[in-house]
């Protein structure tokens, strides 16, 4: 099931800009995990962020979380043409067990 | 992270015929999980499979259709039953590894019915 809403569906940048996506969620969260696919293939793990955490780094992505608002946000600066993918977040409620709830996605393409 | 390996990585059926997905990883894990992401779509949680107890399967999904096996610690197996173009998906295996929440994904099944 979903329960978190992605905007925009689809973003198209130039080489270098950077990308910010969005996720809205509905129900309290452990944790809120973003990852990417490619051409519809296996999903890449990005990052994971704590719900008693406001902001995560790792390369050139950056994630925050804002649970009072129940959305986040990854960026992805300096972007590169290899970063042309669909990129998911998925929330773990408070009484998931570990299973996780996705996002509709963010399809992003870097034009060079 | 572990190595996920998925068989087989694509292939096209008959209507009515039954494929079987199989998941292997190099480490032992307690819980793998399998999902179906329909064209153009989101993930969807097929069920939960556990080494040494039934799956726990989502709305919607039920055992007769996507019978689950995992014999063991490193290997799963997802069977798709009598299937319909409806069907055509992509599946994927997941596990968690140790302490953390991450999910480490396979690479996928294509699966074209026609």
């Known amino acids: 099931s979903q329960q978190g809403e992605e905007d925009p569906q689809a973003l198209s940048i130039q080489e270098g800009e950077n990308a910010t996506m969005n996720c809205s969620y509905k129900?309290?969260?452990?944790?809120l995990q973003w990852y990417r696919q490619n051409s519809g293939r296996g999903l890449v793990h990005l990052i994971l962020?704590?719900?008693n955490e406001r902001e995560k780094h790792s390369g050139r992505l950056r994630v925050t979380l804002d649970t009072s608002k129940k959305s986040s946000s990854l960026l992805i600066t300096a972007s590169r043409a290899a970063d042309t993918a669909s990129y998911f977040c998925?929330?773990?409620?408070?009484?998931?067990?570990?299973?996780?709830?996705w996002g509709a996605g963010t399809k992003l393409i870097i034009k060079p | 992270s572990a190595v996920i390996s998925q068989k087989p990585s694509r292939d096209i059926c008959q209507r009515g015929t039954s494929l079987t997905i199989q998941c292997q990883v190099d480490?032992?894990?307690?819980?793998m999980f399998w999902y179906r992401q329909q064209p153009g779509q989101s993930l969807t949680l097929i069920a939960t499979?556990?080494?040494?107890?039934?799956?726990?399967?989502e709305s919607g999904f039920v055992i007769d259709k996507f019978p689950i096996s995992r014999p063991n610690l490193t290997f799963s197996t997802l069977t798709v039953s009598n299937m319909s173009p409806e069907d055509s998906s992509i599946y994927l295996c997941?596990?968690?590894?140790?302490?953390?929440?991450?999910?480490?994904f396979g690479p996928g099944t294509r699966l074209t019915v026609l």
């Open positions: 998925a929330t773990a409620p408070v009484d998931s067990n570990y299973q996780l709830i």
């Open positions: 962020i704590r719900s």
């Open positions: 129900t309290s969260i452990n944790n």
């Open positions: 997941s596990l968690i590894l140790g302490l953390t929440d991450e999910q480490f």
């Open positions: 499979a556990n080494q040494g107890s039934e799956a726990t399967y």
């Open positions: 480490s032992q894990v307690t819980m």
